[in-house]
């Protein structure tokens, strides 16, 4: 019965090489456990965030492609022929019934199923992953909406796949034993994740919500046509770094709406700096702006829709860069023909 915590994964540096694992992609979407009873049918999140009522197709497609009864672990994504789309997800979480009804023809989800927790009278969780796998290989049927995700031994596979498959959105590689028990909420698995580097333009920064110090940088790229695009946030800094950074920027912050491309927005939306949080619509996401000539080098995971999918860390600033040489240019990704293999034309 839900709820059930999903087992997570610790982060490693490089794809691991020792017998007796299996490798699959990571997904980048919303993690959610299905629980199917006869006609009832429940999609349960990591945070226990009930999803049911914003993804009917889903529903739909797994109410046909799964068992009677049983629990599912897998993620919830929307797929682009750019790749996987996170930001299309997050607007699935709509709290108006036909806006869901409407995205749900407009921008249709699909679940992917990476582990078997629950058949029958079966509590599968103490099973060996390996026979979950087998087990659950068995047991999907082949229903548009549903698929099954890849899974490999070989090393040398899933180092291909963690090259390759970055283009279209997935965060990296997940690495599992075979002989692994499902154990919830506990980091048991490996994860390697891409991490880069870029140069980006600061353009402003939220304040700490301990109201002395810098909560995050506002970072910018430009576009072939010369526009600066907002294009995520460096955060997680120290205290001391919090309050060290309110006097670096200071300079920055005279003069800084004179001509500055992000201060004439006709609307704001999630996606700009001033916006409403779509995770909490309550907290405002206010900003400083500063005037756009300092450079940061930052350490991302990859790109998604042109921007950072999560949250960069700072690495240093660049007082040798010009702004200008901040661009996409730099960030060039290619989705994966696997991509349209898998999920089909």
Known sequence: MPPVRPMLAKAVHAVPREPGL???????????????????????SRNDRPLTRYFPEVVEALSA????????DGEIVIVTPEGLSFDLLQLRLHPAASRVRKLAVDTPAGFVAFDL????DRDLTGTPFGERRRLLEGVL????????????DDPDQAEDWFTRFEGAGFDGVVAKRTDLAYEQDKRVMWKVKHERTADCVVAGYRP?????GVGSLLLGLFDDAGALHHVGVASSFTAARRRELVEELA?????????????????IDAATPGAQSRWNPTKTLTWEPLRPELVAEVRYEHLQARRFRHTSRLVRFRPDRAPESCTYAQLEEVAPAELRELFGK
């Open 65 to 72: 492609g799964l068992p009677p009864r049983c629990v599912v």
């Open 22 to 44: 299996v490798f699959e992609p990571k997904w980048d979407g919303f993690r959610c456990v299905v629980f199917r009873d006869g006609d009832e049918l429940e999609l349960g």
């Open 208 to 212: 700490h919500k301990d109201g002395v």
């Open 117 to 120: 927790l629950a058949l029958g």
């Open 141 to 152: 049927a082949d229903v548009p909406g549903v698929y099954l995700t890849p899974a490999t």
């Open 251 to 267: 300079p920055y912050r005279r003069d800084a709406l004179v001509g500055h491309p992000w201060a004439e927005w006709a609307s």
